[in-house]
């Protein structure tokens, strides 16, 4: 059984960093893209970055482009989110997921205030 745990969030001012983690287990991690999604108090959840089985293909949303890094190692099935010069709207739940079998994580908060 697939299962995916995050870790890494917490409280951070903004313009400061912060690195999420996402373990995987159950299932062929190097054989799946993987992705961050992220969920606002009252917002749907949106797509934040995607990366392919091998990491060298990556996608991201506008909104953090040139700020956040997505990165996988498949030697320890897992996978990572670098986020740089962190915006109070980036405050939100963030989720691990693997899409193509409907795989996610219980969440990490990231708030960002001062």
């Known amino acids: 059984q697939a299962r995916l745990v995050e870790s890494g969030g917490g409280l951070v001012q903004p313009g400061g960093s912060l690195k999420l983690s996402c373990e995987a287990s159950g299932f062929h991690f190097a054989a799946y893209n993987m992705a961050w999604y992220r969920q606002a108090p009252g917002k749907e959840r949106e797509f934040v970055a995607q990366?392919?089985?091998?990491?060298?293909?990556?996608n991201y949303a506008d909104s953090v482009r040139d700020r956040f890094i997505i990165t996988r190692d498949n030697a320890k099935n897992t996978m990572f989110l670098q986020m740089d010069n962190l915006k109070p709207e980036d405050s939100a739940m963030y989720y691990c997921?693997?899409?193509?079998?409907?795989?996610w994580g219980q969440g990490t908060q990231v708030t960002v205030a001062s």
């Open positions: 997921s693997a899409p193509l079998i409907n795989s």
């Open positions: 990366i392919g089985m091998v990491g060298r293909r990556k």
